[in-house]
T-cell receptor, first 116, second 111 residues
Framework: GAGVSQSPSNKVTEKGKDVELRCDPI?????LYWYRQSLGQGLEFLIY????????KSGLPSDRFSAERTGGSVSTLTIQRTQQEDSAVYLC??????????????FGPGTRLTVL | GEDVEQSLFLSVREGDSSVINCTYT??????LYWYKQEPGAGLQLLTY?????DMKQDQRLTVLLNKKDKHLSLRIADTQTGDSAIYFC???????????FGDGTTLTVKP
């Protein structure tokens, strides 16, 4: 079946503009994660959705960042008033969210955001 | 809080074994993972180990876990040029929840 997809694959924007990044998780996966990977760095956790529970937003770096997940499926990460330090690859992952398993996260290819 | 550390670079010759090391701080980790990231791609899960295990073997991959020292390693036997990538260690303390990732080890395999 289809894996995790993200769009756009690349986004170039001007400082101060808002951007929306989209993630389509694997069908049936209840858990969805957003990470940020800056050049040469590891993954920085941003936000985690699990079913109907309140999302874990503990990784969002500022109030310019927000995310929502509609109908328990597609998620959108929004960055308002983008800054140059927001330039990074934004990775989305999903997992089955089932207890008693390793709950492997499956990653999308990422969206490369460049803020000029 | 949780912290995961890895050495940044490793270079080996084709055919040799590679050993990538990782240390973590969260003693309540239940699953530890190794992911591979090739250029321009997302992360691909290679293998994982449950915290009550010491070793897991999967074809050319061997994972060793020393829970006392909070040390995890990934051994790749007969390393090939196609194994060149960035390898991330990650931990999670529940079996459904966010993972903490290391900064990744860039493995370069020379012919």
């Amino acid at each position: 079946g289809a894996g995790v997809s993200q769009s756009p694959s690349n986004k170039v924007t001007e400082k101060g503009k808002d951007v929306e990044l989209r993630c389509d998780p694997i069908s049936g996966h209840t858990a969805l994660y957003w990470y940020r990977q800056s050049l040469g760095q590891g993954l920085e956790f941003l936000i985690y959705f699990q079913g109907n529970s309140a999302p874990d937003k503990s990784g969002l770096p500022s109030d310019r960042f927000s995310a929502e997940r509609t109908g328990g499926s597609v998620s959108t990460l929004t960055i308002q008033r983008t800054q140059q330090e927001d330039s990074a690859v934004y990775l989305c992952a999903s997992s089955s969210g089932l207890a008693g398993e390793a709950d492997t996260q499956y990653f999308g290819p990422g969206t490369r955001l460049t803020v000029l | 809080g949780e912290d995961v550390e890895q050495s940044l670079f490793l270079s080996v010759r084709e055919g040799d074994s590679s050993v990538i090391n990782c240390t973590y701080t969260d003693s309540s980790s239940t699953y530890l993972y190794w992911y591979k990231q090739e250029p321009g791609a997302g992360l691909q899960l290679l293998t994982y180990i449950f915290s009550n295990m010491d070793m897991k073997q999967d074809q050319r991959l061997t994972v060793l876990l020393n829970k006392k020292d909070k040390h995890l390693s990934l051994r790749i036997a007969d390393t090939q040029t196609g194994d060149s990538a960035i390898y991330f260690c990650a931990e999670t303390y529940t079996n459904a929840g966010k993972s903490t990732f290391g900064d990744g080890t860039t493995l370069t395999v020379k012919p």
